[in-house]
């Protein structure tokens, strides 16, 4: 039920802002700053209400909830010095078990850390969402339906290192290149797979050399192709990561799934062949979001892999408002209502299944 409350909360705020918190450029200066600040407002406003109903669930809601409150009261209970100690014991990165006993020095409850955390990864999205100007309708109901606040739910590690690499493309785009590697860093010592934003990292500085360009997309779907032998090398220098071979044969249940990862793939294929309608930095957006449903079919088939996918996830409704805006320039609020309306939808369907239930 509090699902559907947010739903109501996101349908009303956005149509007490004229409707799914549309921008007009046909305002004067002035006004468009007005409006721009409002927006801004109600997207971190909306956030934080996410982070509130994240935060705040029970052990019960979300697959591995439990199991970070036991790793949570076994680190904090160790001295500092330690910690490495407790990486080893519990098979969490060091960056994460670091930040669980820093914040435990404020207030030693998985509660309060669970709600710091969920904080920072809702309004670091926030933050991603008006900094890149992302239509605001689009990129919250994709965060709710497309799996990026449900996740946090069950892999709250990777979720964090996720929202450092949001803030990392940030600087990525002012060419801050040391923030960025830095930060790249921080995001792969919580969780060692953010290392695979390199990927988009180098793609968006090359973006003008075609070769490295092509060099790094074909490379990334070879890997994807011969990704068994991969998977055993990888198992083999990094054995605590061995478990990813361990159902290279066992599919799983997609449902609608599939439906989206085709959508993302023709828009994505669309903004990539039509270079007359979309610059160079969009096509990066539309080639990094591809790679979202590559490596979800490849988690059909080899434990774990679709998390990977989540990394290129936030491109997602990058591709999507590109796509509106040149394919349907003309019905633009039609196709943004109809977007949300198909990812709210989704979201609920997601909310029924049994680890969120109880939130």
């Not at 076994?74 to 490495?84: D, E, L």
């Not at 799996?147 to 929202?163: K, V």
């Not at 060419?175 to 968006?204: N, Q």
């Not at 990094?238 to 990862?261: A, C, D, E, K, R």
Request: charged share 15%.
């Amino acid at each position: 039920m509090i699902y559907l409350y947010l739903v109501i909360i996101f349908v009303l705020g956005s149509a007490l802002k004229n409707g799914f918190v549309l921008r007009s450029h046909s305002f004067s200066d002035e006004n468009n700053i007005i409006r721009i600040r409002k927006e801004t407002r109600w997207v971190f406003f909306f956030m934080i209400i996410c982070a509130l109903v994240m935060g705040v669930r029970a052990e019960t809601v979300g697959e591995d909830t439990q199991r970070y409150m036991s790793y949570f009261y076994y680190v904090t209970s160790m001295p500092f010095g330690a910690v490495k100690i407790g990486a080893m014991n519990t098979g969490l990165d060091i960056g994460y078990v670091v930040l669980m006993k820093t914040i435990s020095l404020i207030y030693d409850n998985y509660y309060f850390f669970q709600l710091i955390i969920s904080l920072f990864i809702c309004v670091g999205f926030a933050y991603f969402i008006i900094k890149n100007q992302i239509d605001t309708a689009i990129g919250i109901t994709v965060f709710l339906g497309n799996g990026l606040f449900f996740a946090a739910f069950n892999t709250a590690r990777q979720s964090c290192a996720l929202t450092i690499l949001l803030i990392a493309w940030s600087f990525l785009q002012e060419k801050k290149y040391l923030k960025v590697i830095l930060l790249i860093g921080v995001a792969s010592s919580i969780h060692m797979s953010a290392v695979l934003f390199l990927i988009p990292t180098i793609m968006f500085i090359f973006r003008k050399k075609k070769f490295i360009y092509w060099l790094v997309l074909g490379s990334t779907i070879l890997i994807g192709v011969l990704y068994r032998q991969v998977l055993f090398f990888l198992a083999s220098i990094l054995p605590q990561y061995s478990h990813i071979t361990s159902n290279t044969n066992q599919y799983m249940n997609i449902g609608l799934s599939s439906i989206v990862w085709i959508i993302v793939g023709v828009f994505s294929l669309f903004i990539l062949k039509k270079s007359k309608l979309y610059n160079e930095k969009e096509r990066i957006y539309a080639a990094c979001a591809l790679f979202y449903p590559f490596f979800s079919c490849l988690g059909l088939v080899v434990n774990s892999f679709e998390r990977l996918g989540f990394y290129f996830m936030p491109f997602v409704p990058f591709v999507v408002d590109l796509f509106g805006k040149k394919v349907f320039r003309n019905n633009r609020i039609m196709f943004r209502i109809i977007v949300s309306t198909c990812y709210l939808v989704w979201f609920l369907f997601a909310s029924i299944n049994y680890p969120y239930q109880l939130a």
